[in-house]
């Protein structure tokens, strides 16, 4: 018998024209919570579709021993039926489905007659959501839960499948940090239960924090298995590991330069939320940006911030706004996204698949579509020129492709976001506004991205970057503005603030508000 | 080595050929078909000259519905109805009333704009879904074009307003011989554009230092298309010469195909079905590209009108029934994206062409109506399951 739960041996994986995995091992021992750590595009999400049967055995060689024997998965279901369970980045809710009919979707509980058993469904369900502390009626539609329960919703099918092995894939990515952190005091939980899961993320505190062994792959091998508090088990350890350098400084260096001219700013800003006018979404808000100055914005996930920002960028968030817009100095009513374009303001989605790029069309495509003007003449597209304008944004966002003819839904996803930053730059933001600009990306592509606000800013343009990674604001804003729940809390200046003190002006504010009510 | 490597490289090249010029290639091969088992009839310049002047209305059709399909998969059904509609207010004006034919055309023409944008206006600004707007533009339109025409048939004998859509083009003292020579004249000129200008695009990229095709193909390509040109006008020399029918449906053709390959404009449309929030947040009125789409379907459909209320000479209260459905058929034919987003009109052409020569060649057999249906839903099914079966295959 062997000491692992899971062994793979040898795997190799090829799609025409790459070799996405090559010879690649992981051992994982029972009860243990493994980390598989990489570069996006580096075989993560392949290694671990091999293992569950979404690519099907004779796909690929090498051997998978599971419980010691060894596993030729043809299905999903096949290694669902063993208790290997993946939960993917995008979660695979249907909205308007109850929490009960969601967990037993493709294995309904059917009484003899083959007719769905809605009782025990509903009974079976909320037992299994005790288990992940979920305290919701199973008959709740999944669309009227947030994300952290969704999350814990495929946890809790998870365990409804009899889950041996768990595997998360990016489970945090769109959690804020304290469901984040749930989620994770949940595995250990289990782990002492003896539940083994593989994570897999790109938060690397997450693995310091719950991780007992980490698997570093870099372009599709296995690079080193860390095991904590036998190795060095620290962020810039891994870090290293990943990209095959250490790395030094995790945020460029510039030089602080703002300048006293104010380019934007915001006058008592109100929105109202575009379904429900009755609630407010952002509570007279005023704040500003100055010339050269990258300003931040923290805030948990429903805090404001991104609707705050797509609202000032031309009214495309809420209804009932009001409030005053400056930009130079000047009162501007931008009615819609073109106007504000004209304007020089530009904002980077924080949700590139579905709100950034069109994913069927080219990268050519993608980067002038928000200025197709300045490829026309008349009316029509002056083609060469288009071409070089892709072409010197690729170059200047260093995205990496082999042609910019390629479809911007076959790039990964820290390309993809190259690929949308270039198709803002092209429009010569003088306000630029960062929603989330790093999130699901690696740190090299993190890195490139970062030096790019430090270029702009160096310009003298400004720079608004909504994050969720308070490391991240503290290392690139001169000034972050904390939201919390539709209102601004604090201006701070980034050079005096920590982490703990952000966090403390949240806190603060939701524990006055539990209080009030 | 190197030589498996030429091996599977040819290879890749063949599959990117066929996929690529799949519909033209089954354009041939039904082509050549149909002219082996009418033996050879379909060839006859007679027929080769109605194929285009019988499906002229599809091909029209079919522009205006691309721009609707490529916004997401939206499709017109009341083209038919508008259709019916125009044609009886075109034949009640001119033979009813004896109204001047130029103001008749106006008005129809106002007439489809008006509809297009009452559907556009729904469709666009209120978003009401596509399907139940021209569905239930397709009932309303259908009676009220039967009210204008008072439920009887009414036919059209003016010879300006038949002139300016069905007369064949004759110039005097050139084209009084047995041969047509001024549509061979046309063909000879049209061919040398053709190739002229692949040399001077092929000489422009090479003094900007663009990429090159390979020298073979695109000589190739304008060379059998030039050969295509001279021969179909050598035919239409042959029968009466060129009608205006077909210098207004290739002129529609035209227009649309430099719409949507050119222009900035054409290009909205292909970023609203790719995605529409991203598309908005580039600054682009999504809700006016659906309002334009439908608008210029109405215009379109009121121009079709006329070309089949000129053909066929006269209206009644069923005239145009299901030809939206052609057009559609046409569209998903001709590598049209249900989901919208891709498409061209050129394929759209083929789409139209491909059902045409199959409705020809079928009716020169003499098959009946039945079979034909059973036939063009056949195909249609086949070229939209090989559209999806390959972009599958290649991944996305």
Redesign the interface.
């Known amino acids: 018998m062997s000491k692992y739960i899971l062994e793979m041996k040898n795997i190799t994986k090829e799609f025409p024209g790459v070799k996405a995995l090559d010879n690649v091992n992981l051992q994982v021992e029972p009860g243990e919570i493994h980390a598989l750590i990489g570069e996006n595009g580096a075989g993560k999400s392949t290694l671990m579709n091999v293992l569950s049967g979404t690519y099907p055995a004779g796909t690929y060689t090498g051997e998978i021993y599971y419980e010691g024997k060894l596993c030729q998965f043809k299905t999903q279901k096949d290694s669902e039926a063993v208790g290997i369970v993946i939960i993917h980045q995008e979660l695979a809710l249907i909205p308007l489905l109850s929490i009960g009919e969601n967990m037993f979707l493709g294995n309904e509980i059917r009484n003899k007659m083959g007719v769905i058993d809605w009782n025990k469904t509903y009974y079976e369900a909320e037992r299994h959501m005790k288990q992940v502390g979920l305290n919701e009626s199973a008959q709740t539609l999944v669309k009227d839960i947030g994300t952290g329960k969704q999350q814990l919703v495929e946890i809790a099918k998870a365990f409804s499948k009899k889950v041996k092995l768990l595997i998360l894939d990016e489970p945090t990515s769109s959690l804020n940090d304290e469901d984040a952190k749930m989620l994770l005091d949940l595995l250990i939980a289990f782990k002492k239960e003896g539940l083994t899961s593989i994570i897999i993320t790109h938060k690397l505190n997450e693995i310091i924090y719950c991780a007992d062994k980490a698997t570093i792959i870099r372009d599709g091998s296995t690079i080193e298995t860390l095991v904590k508090g036998v190795d060095e088990f620290s962020e810039d350890r891994i870090i290293k590991g990943m990209v095959g350098r250490s790395m030094e400084d995790r945020y460029p260096k510039r030089e602080h330069n703002v300048q006293k001219d104010i380019s934007f700013e915001v006058k008592n800003w109100t929105v109202h939320h575009p379904l429900y006018p009755e609630r407010i979404v952002d509570d007279n808000i005023s704040f500003k940006v100055h010339k050269g100055e990258v300003v931040g914005f923290s805030g948990l996930q429903g805090a404001g911030r991104t609707e705050l920002a797509m609202s000032l960028?031309?009214r495309?968030y809420g209804t009932n706004i009001t409030g005053e817009l400056y930009i130079n100095g000047e009162r501007v009513n931008l009615k819609?996204?073109?106007?504000?374009?004209?304007h020089k303001l530009a904002?980077v989605?924080e949700d590139r698949k579905?709100?950034?790029?069109?994913?069927?069309?080219t990268i050519r495509?993608n980067t002038t579509?928000?200025?197709?003007?300045k490829v026309?003449s008349g009316?029509?597209?002056d083609?060469?020129k288009e071409?070089k304008v892709a072409e010197d944004m690729k170059t200047e966002m260093g995205t990496k492709t082999p042609s910019i003819e390629q479809?911007i839904?076959?790039l990964s996803g820290g390309n993809q976001q190259k690929a949308l930053l270039g198709?803002w730059m092209f429009t010569e933001p003088e306000v630029l506004i960062l929603d989330e600009p790093t999130r699901g990306i690696d740190v090299g592509a993190k890195y490139d991205i970062y030096c790019l606000i430090n270029d702009m800013v160096s310009q003298g343009k400004s720079v608004v970057m909504i994050s969720s990674e308070l490391p991240e604001l503290l290392g690139m804003c001169d000034r972050i503005y904390v939201m919390n729940e539709g209102r601004l809390l604090a201006e701070v200046d980034a050079s005096e603030a920590s982490q703990e003190s952000i966090m403390g002006y949240i806190i603060r504010d939701t524990v006055r508000d539990t209080a009030n009510t | 080595m190197n030589e498996t490597l030429n091996k599977t490289s040819f290879s890749r090249l063949l599959v990117n050929f066929l996929t690529k010029y799949a519909m033209v290639i089954a354009l041939v091969i039904v082509f050549a078909l149909f002219a082996f088992l009418t033996d050879g009839r379909l060839l006859y310049a007679q027929n080769m000259s109605n194929l285009m002047l019988q499906n002229g209305y599809v091909l029209v059709m079919a522009c205006g519905m691309l721009l609707c399909i490529l916004t997401g998969g939206n499709i017109d059904l009341s083209i038919g109805s508008v259709i019916c509609l125009v044609g009886g207010i075109a034949a009640v004006m001119i033979t009813t009333m004896g109204m001047n034919p130029i103001l008749t055309i106006i008005v129809c023409l106002l007439v489809g704009l008006l509809v297009g944008v009452w559907q556009g206006y729904w469709i666009g600004y209120v978003r009401i879904p596509p399907f139940i707007t021209t569905l239930g533009g397709m009932f309303v339109f259908r009676g009220i074009g039967r009210l204008v025409l008072d439920n009887k048939t009414v036919a059209i004998q003016d010879a300006t307003f038949l002139n300016i859509f069905t007369k064949y083009i004759k110039i005097p003292g050139l084209d009084d011989g047995e041969m047509v020579l001024s549509a061979l004249i046309v063909g000879v000129v049209a061919a040398l554009y053709v190739i002229l200008h692949t040399v001077k695009n092929r000489a422009d990229r090479a003094k900007?230092g663009?990429r090159q095709n390979s020298a073979v193909s695109d000589y190739l390509k304008s060379g059998l298309i030039a050969a295509l040109i001279l021969y179909y006008c050598y035919l239409l020399s042959q029968y009466r010469g060129i009608s205006v029918m077909l210098v207004w449906v290739l002129a529609i053709c035209l227009i649309y195909n430099f719409i949507t390959a050119?222009?900035?404009?054409g290009?909205?449309f292909?970023?609203v079905g790719?995605?529409e929030?991203?598309?908005?947040?580039?600054?682009?009125?999504t809700d006016k590209i659906y309002f334009i789409a439908y608008t210029n379907m109405g215009l379109l459909a009121g121009l079709c009108g006329l070309l089949n209320v000129a053909r066929v000479g006269s209206v009644n209260g069923s005239t145009g029934t299901s030809f939206e459905m052609d057009a559609i058929g046409a569209c998903f034919i001709g590598g049209a994206s249900a989901y919208g987003?891709?498409g061209t009109v050129g394929g759209v052409v083929i789409g139209a062409l491909l059902l045409g020569v199959i409705n020809m060649g079928m009716s020169i057999m003499g098959i009946g109506d039945s079979w034909q249906y059973v036939v063009k839903g056949g195909v249609l099914l086949v070229a939209v399951i090989f559209d999806v079966v390959t972009r599958r295959k290649s991944?996305?």
């Open positions: 960028f031309g495309s819609n996204t073109e106007d504000a374009i004209r904002y989605t579905t709100n950034g790029l069109i994913l069927g069309e495509f579509l928000a200025r197709l003007d026309c009316g029509v597209i083609r060469d071409v479809h839904g076959n198709k | 900007k663009y050119k222009t900035a404009f290009r909205y292909y970023a790719g995605n929030k991203a598309t908005k947040l580039s600054g682009i009125n987003g891709s991944g996305k």
